[in-house]
């Protein structure tokens, strides 16, 4: 099989960390029979002050009709509001409806408290459909208010997709991966105690779609976000599969990514049908760009990340080993995670380990 991934650096340190993801996918050993192309795209700030638009239709075409996924660095966005720019990845996720944004959060597993769960965020609803307006109170002052939208059909296709997700991170663990986790669990978060309408359809919808023959084997709890909160930060070793609306799930999954040290470490994938974008949490880094020091491991596990969604589960598991190799060792490390190694040394410990 051959896949074109399209590669979208983006701005800052999204230059020196999209190189490894490439280089890692031409390592994957050739027994996985598996073959890459790659398009070279444009997208960001140094995009947009040098043609004017932050996302070139070019790009989205060419994702759209030719590839079969992509890897997305980091933008930045400036400070001050620039006329004309907007950020190119919340274009980019509606304009090839990537529905679902899934950011895995996993510790080594020698850790003292081992950590791994996803968060499945719905990603096209809720308060950011941006359905803000401003007006005068009856004594003049101002009141904002913005609209929190919930669909049955995004909650029921998010809930699906989390059911599948804790079966094939179960068949992953089947297939011998070490994992603190023993079955598969998927938990709903909302605040229906409180917002009955939208949040009661998230939960009841979410429900329904999980309660699928096809996720018999799959245990389904639910938890209000406030105390979910609380005991992801107690007991995040308790979570295998989170499932929640945008908001909680842009929140929640910025918390959890503190849990694990580095934000150098947390890959995330936006998907939609049959398409999957890898992309590395961090932002551009000014701070440390074009100095060889950024961590490459969230971009490669976005690399695996996205290879998941593609059905390429044993190259993925490969990757996620190799990583876990390097981390586990301990001695090639780079400074965020204390250790004095450069971005080039990470990546070939990890491509000499798969
Ligand atoms: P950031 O994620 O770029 O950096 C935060 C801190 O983490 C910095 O000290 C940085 O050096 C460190 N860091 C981040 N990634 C690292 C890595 N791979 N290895 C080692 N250290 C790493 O967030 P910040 O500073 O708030 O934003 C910088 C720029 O990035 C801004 O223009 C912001 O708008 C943009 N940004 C873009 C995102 C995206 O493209 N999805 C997400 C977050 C921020
Ligand atoms: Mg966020």
Request: include cysteine.
């Amino acid at each position: 099989r051959t896949l074109r991934i399209g590669l979208i650096p983006g701005d800052g340190i999204g230059k020196e960390v999209i190189p490894a993801g490439r280089r890692i996918l031409e390592a994957l050993p050739a027994s996985l029979k598996l073959k890459f192309e790659f398009v070279d795209l444009k997208a960001g700030f140094e995009t947009f002050e040098q043609t004017g638009v932050a996302l070139p239709d070019k790009t989205v075409e060419t994702l759209k009709n030719e590839c079969d996924g992509a890897l997305f660095g980091a933008v930045s966005s400036p400070s001050k509001a620039v006329k004309g720019y907007s950020s190119p990845i919340v274009a980019l996720r509606k304009r090839l409806d990537l529905y679902a944004n899934v950011r895995p959060v996993k510790s080594v597993m020698t850790a003292t408290n081992p950590i791994d769960m996803v968060i499945v965020r719905e990603n096209t609803e809720d308060l950011y459909v941006k359905e803000e307006r401003t007006y005068a109170a009856e004594d003049g002052s101002k009141i904002a208010e913005a609209i929190k939208r919930i669909s049955e059909k995004a909650s029921f296709r998010i809930a699906t997709m989390a059911g599948e997700i804790a079966l094939r991170r179960q068949k992953i663990r089947d297939s011998g991966a070490a994992s603190i986790h023993q079955s598969p669990m998927v938990t709903i978060t909302h605040k229906s105690n409180v917002l009955s309408q939208t949040d009661g359809l998230f939960r009841s919808t979410a429900r329904e779609a999980l309660a699928n023959p096809r996720f018999a084997s799959v245990g389904v709890e639910e938890q209000i976000v406030d105390s979910m909160v609380y005991k992801l930060f107690r007991q995040p070793e308790t979570y295998d599969v989170i499932v929640a609306p945008n908001l909680y799930g842009d929140i929640l999954s910025d918390g959890a990514a503190a849990l694990v040290g580095s934000l150098g470490l947390v890959p995330s994938a936006n998907v939609g049908e049959g398409f999957a974008i890898g992309e590395p949490c961090h932002g551009s880094a000014p701070d440390i760009m074009g100095k060889n020091i950024a961590n490459p491991i969230a971009t490669l596990r976005s690399v695996a990340l996205m290879l998941e969604f593609l059905n390429e589960e044993t190259a993925a598991a490969k990757i996620y080993a190799a990583v876990d190799g390097n981390l586990e060792e301990g001695k090639l490390l780079s400074p965020d995670l204390g250790g004095k190694a450069t971005t080039t040394e990470v990546v070939e410990d990890i491509l000499r380990r798969l």
